[in-house]
């Protein structure tokens, strides 16, 4: 099995300096120039909360709420860690950006032939054995790029040799089921624009939870109507041969008609 | 070929012309220019007004199963006046709703795609099948209406004699698809407001949508008439109403233990946006026309009836579209609100509706009893037909 690559970012190494973004532009022919917010044309970006940093991207879960909810399966994840999207498919419900935990996808609006945007982890430079575009624009190495297992490793290495310098947590490693890109920070992560109502679970086993009842609401559903079916038709059908037995009736019947 | 006479010019009919002028401009303008500038939707809120009028037009149009189980599967045959209305209303409801979804699509020109790209994983693409296939099953439950408009009595044969796998296909997946819009949300307990999310949204939307869906015919009973007579006696009606009233009780309970159990309710005490729009939802929608429906009193009288009903379409109309926007709102840093062209298109939408009803209502036998059933009449309606080689 492919090594499952990830991302460690370590917010009190970022010195804000947008390098990341730049690098992340470059490589994906997307249009220059500093944003402050994901977009469109920013599949990364640098969001200050007060004199530190929180580098936002796609976190590539381990199983993504894009890849379930997409009708038509333009989502995938990859062995090797990226979640990759496909526009030819897409018919552009936007429900993976009402459902994403981390609110990463971003709609190309203006355009009139609209396709959601989001990083793509440079899925194609880590298939020619290259790191992340990110991480190697990093010139602090705040942005790691490395096997999930070993980054993990080293993030809890990180957060045990200064237990005062960080909080002690990383996130990414079990919220929403664990993700691809990893943080440890020096203050708590609410400060740090993270949402903390998460949980562990991955946000797909809540709607399987419902949807695994269909075929349950199938089978007994079809068997019940039916049943209701058949005993209300007897019920008429004897109705009716009682009436036609009794002289009484069955004139009723007649004037009936 | 009778002559062709001009419509008479009515306030009604003049409103629906504006209203569908103005939406075709407005939609015409969506296509040209794109999403994002003739809406207020954006990433913040990729969903909004339509999402919401989609859940408001299935919600309505679930009279069509509901009544069509009543009477062909139940065989209660004294509500057989109000089955055709009902297919009437569901069939444009359903038409309707893959109209706004069209429109509302970023690709329109890939609608198509669900049907050869699957995952079944995903609510969006179970309700996509379950409303394709639910408007087909329509269709065939509502074919005899326009054969018999054209005394095409053979074929209304063929159907009547498969219609029951249909009507319970019918009545299936419309239980998947109308539970299924609640479970469109099961995936965002993080963005969702606690008043609204709950591990239940689907139980609550069944639930609801048969309230509506009964609120809708017995509104149709109260402003239609067959001939100038009413199509329901008093009392048939009455029995409709207990019908919404034990809906709405049972979603009060569901939804109160639910939010009592899940720690939604310690939201319920102070006066927030979330909670004022929770109380108008609630109290308009559900706790005012239970309290009405239950006086025997109010449930016959018209006017009574005529209140309660209009409450609970109101009161679902806001249930929807504060699950589908305000409980997505953070107030006042993240809110939505529909721009023009957005309710233009909704409003010419809505009056296409209203218009559809009225035509095909005038056209097609849809208040006129329904014929015997062939296999009871001696057939001698066989005769009327060409020869089947012919």
Request: glycine share 8%; with cysteine.
């Amino acid at each position: 099995m492919a090594q499952m690559k990830a991302l460690l970012i370590d917010i009190s190494m970022c010195i804000g300096c947008n390098a990341c973004q730049d690098g992340c532009k470059a490589a994906n022919h997307l249009p220059p120039g500093e944003e402050k917010r994901l977009s469109p044309t920013a599949f990364t970006a640098l969001e200050e909360h007060d004199g530190k940093w929180a580098r936002r991207l796609c976190q590539h879960c381990e199983e993504p709420t894009c890849v379930s909810v997409c009708p038509v399966g333009a989502f995938t994840k990859t062995a090797a860690g990226p979640v990759l999207y496909d526009a030819e498919k897409c018919i552009g419900c936007r429900y993976c950006m009402q459902a994403c935990p981390f609110r990463v996808p971003r709609y190309e609006w203006k355009s009139t032939r609209p396709r959601v945007q989001k990083c793509i982890f440079c899925s194609e430079r880590l298939a020619k054995g290259l790191q992340t575009a990110c991480a190697e624009a990093c010139p602090t190495g705040a942005t790691k790029f490395g096997d999930r297992e070993e980054l993990l490793l080293e993030a809890s290495k990180r957060i045990t040799a200064e237990p005062g310098k960080y909080v002690p947590k990383i996130f990414g490693q079990e919220d929403v089921g664990g993700t691809s890109v990893f943080y440890i920070s020096p203050v708590p992560f609410e400060q740090m624009g993270f949402d903390n109502r998460l949980g562990k679970t991955p946000m797909p086993v809540l709607t399987m939870s419902a949807m695994s009842k269909i075929p349950n609401v199938v089978t007994v559903g079809s068997v019940m109507l039916g049943g209701v079916w058949w005993i209300t038709n007897r019920r008429d059908e004897v109705a009716k041969h009682e009436g036609s037995q009794k002289p009484g009736p069955a004139h009723k019947n007649q004037d009936h008609q | 070929m009778s002559k062709f006479v001009f419509p008479r010019i009515t306030f009604w009919r003049s409103l629906a012309t504006v209203l569908i002028t103005a939406g075709v401009i407005a939609a015409i303008l969506r296509f040209t220019l794109g999403l994002g500038a003739t809406t207020n939707l954006s990433d913040e809120f990729p969903w909004g007004l339509w999402i919401g009028f989609d859940f408001l037009g299935i919600g309505l149009a679930a009279a069509g199963f509901t009544i069509v189980a009543a009477v062909h599967l139940f065989h209660a045959h004294d509500y057989e006046p109000i089955v055709r209305p009902a297919l009437l209303t569901a069939f444009i409801g359903y038409s309707l709703v893959v109209l706004v979804l069209v429109i509302d699509l970023g690709r329109p020109d890939h609608f198509w795609h669900p049907l050869v790209m699957w995952n079944p994983h995903s609510v969006m693409f179970e309700i996509t099948w379950c409303v394709i296939l639910y408007t087909t099953v329509l269709s065939i439950e509502f074919a005899p209406i326009v054969l018999e408009k054209f005394n095409m009595h053979r074929p209304i044969k063929w159907i009547h004699n498969c219609s029951l796998p249909f009507m319970i296909l019918g009545v299936l997946l419309s239980t998947l698809h109308q539970s299924s819009f609640g479970s469109l949300y099961l995936c965002v307990p993080n963005r969702l407001h606690p008043l609204w999310y709950s591990p239940l949204l689907p139980v609550l939307f069944f639930v609801s949508c048969i309230a509506s869906g009964i609120s809708m015919v017995i509104l149709e009973t109260l402003i239609l008439s067959r001939n100038g007579r009413t199509l329901l006696p008093p009392a048939l009606r009455a029995n409709l109403a207990k019908i919404t009233a034990v809906a709405l009780a049972v979603y009060l309970v569901i939804r109160f233990q639910d939010l009592l159990g899940r720690g939604g309710a310690r939201y319920l005490g102070q006066l927030t946006y979330h909670s004022i729009a929770f109380y108008f939802e609630i109290v308009v929608g559900f706790v005012v026309p239970l309290v009405l429906l239950l006086s025997p009193r109010l449930r016959n009288s018209r006017r009574g009836l005529f209140t309660a009903c209009v409450m609970v379409l109101a009161g679902f109309a806001a249930n929807r579209m504060n699950t589908a926007i305000t409980g997505l709102e953070s107030y006042p840093v993240r809110t939505y609100f529909p721009s023009l062209i957005e309710i233009l298109i909704m409003l010419g939408i809505a009056a296409i509706g209203f218009s559809a009803f009225s035509l095909i209502s005038g056209y097609l036998p849809i208040f006129e009893p329904e014929p015997e059933k062939p296999q009871i009449t001696d057939e001698p309606w066989i005769q009327n037909t060409p020869p089947a080689g012919a």
